[in-house]
């Protein structure tokens, strides 16, 4: 069965109107993601009708929205296929999602020493929390390097395991080059717990994780269709026992007294303060919506379009493309000599093209292909092959400026 892009374009309200007077062809997805008529419709009803706090109430409008706010863990759960619902924390993010790992899990774990095996294609998200540890506690960041085609061979990240390795931290897809990591195969090659920056990866592809065998796995909402502000990190059970609580405050606790306190179970126990309430139900209805289109659908349509990109990006001579390996996701970095990233951004918007320029909170990836900024286009199930044509012909209008 394939896509039908078109009917899934007339979801997307967004995708209607025009930019500078063309046509609006949306290619920064990796960033976020517009949101379909699906998800916008289930705010509005949740916050016109049935808009209540969670959790702390014995009212009708109280139950009604935890009730709706807590199937959102079934559907995220059903969405990865994890072993158990009660495994899925919610986050505010992926960004979120790790740190709590890293405040949670691994900073009370970690000794002066140990060490942290990262890839150098991740988001600062993935970077970030572990340069805490490594100020903080002593702890070492291990590096290993993609190959030149942005490849990242699952060996090569286990080459980096040694005796005092306690985390290996990777994406499941580059933001900056679709590179897609085969996570399964590095957690089958070890004992040592992985974590899966799942932000790109999980918008993409089916995800397993029943099969898989990763220890932490995390979403991020507003690049799956969803609001902003929502997410969620699936823990293993057995690791969620070795955790301390990240936040505290409401909820996170059964009893509280003056000399003592008692913590609620997991995930509870992780979810501190009044959460994203309507954010996560929002979630709840993209997550719906694609399984209800099937992920397997997307991603061999988002197949199509990166075949296309490549084809037609590879007809651009004086076009340098960041990372093109061959089974990576529908993401294009690219620079253009003489033309800084900003410069082909601002041109091609002006024909009603939006891409990324920047570093794409990819730093280190910036400097292993030796750029400081590249702009990005990054598709999604509503894109065309039509609007791959589009970008194709605004980055040669930009090379005939800057000829």
């Keep these: 069965m394939s896509l039908d892009v078109p009917a899934i374009r007339a979801d997307f309200p967004i995708l209607s109107r025009q930019v500078n007077d063309r046509p609006l062809v949306y290619l920064d997805n990796g960033a976020s993601a517009q949101k379909p008529r699906q998800v916008i419709e289930a705010i509005t009803r949740a916050y016109e009708g049935e808009y209540a706090n969670v959790h702390r109430g014995l009212h009708y409008l109280s139950n009604l929205a935890t009730d ?44 002066p020493g140990d060490e942290i095996v990262l890839s150098v294609l991740e988001h600062h998200a993935n970077i970030v929390p572990w340069h805490f540890l490594r100020e903080r506690q002593g702890v070492v960041l291990k590096w290993v390097e993609p190959e030149p085609d942005g490849s990242l061979p699952a060996q090569k990240m286990l080459d980096a395991v040694g005796p005092r390795t306690r985390l290996i931290a990777v994406t499941h897809m580059s933001n900056v080059t679709g590179t897609i990591v085969d996570v399964g195969a590095i957690a089958r090659g070890t004992d040592v717990p992985v974590l899966v920056d799942g932000s790109q990866g999980a918008v993409h592809m089916p995800v397993d994780l029943a099969a898989l065998g990763v220890d932490f796995y995390c979403i991020t909402g507003h690049k799956l269709y969803g609001p902003s502000g929502s997410g969620a990190i699936w823990i293993r059970a057995e690791r969620q026992a070795e955790m301390r609580p990240f936040m505290g405050g409401g909820d996170m606790i059964r009893t509280v007294a003056r000399d003592a306190i008692d913590y609620a179970d997991p995930p509870l126990r992780f979810e501190a303060g009044t959460p994203g309430i309507v954010n996560q139900i929002g979630l709840g209805a993209a997550l ?5 289109l099937g992920m397997a659908d997307i991603a061999a349509h988002e197949r199509t379009l990166r075949d296309h990109a490549r084809t037609r990006l590879r007809e651009l001579n004086w076009l340098n493309v960041q990372g093109d390996a061959p089974g990576k996701g529908a993401i294009f970095s690219m620079t253009m000599q003489g033309a800084h990233a900003h410069d082909i951004s601002t041109i091609l918007d002006k024909q009603g093209i939006a891409i990324r320029a920047g570093s794409h909170c ?40 800057f000829a």
């Design 68 to 111: 709706n706010y807590e199937r959102v863990r079934a559907i995220i759960a059903r969405f990865l296929n994890a072993p158990r619902e009660d495994e899925i924390i919610f986050t505010s993010g992926g960004t979120e999602g790790i740190n709590l790992v890293s405040y949670g899990w691994a900073a009370p774990q970690m000794q």
């Design 288 to 292: 719906e919506y694609l399984m209800q």
């Design 362 to 401: 990819a730093m280190p990836l910036m400097e292993f292909y030796g750029i400081s900024a590249s702009a990005r286009a990054s598709f999604a199930m509503y894109n065309t092959t039509a609007e791959v044509d589009a970008l194709v012909e605004g980055l040669s209008f930009c090379r005939e400026l």
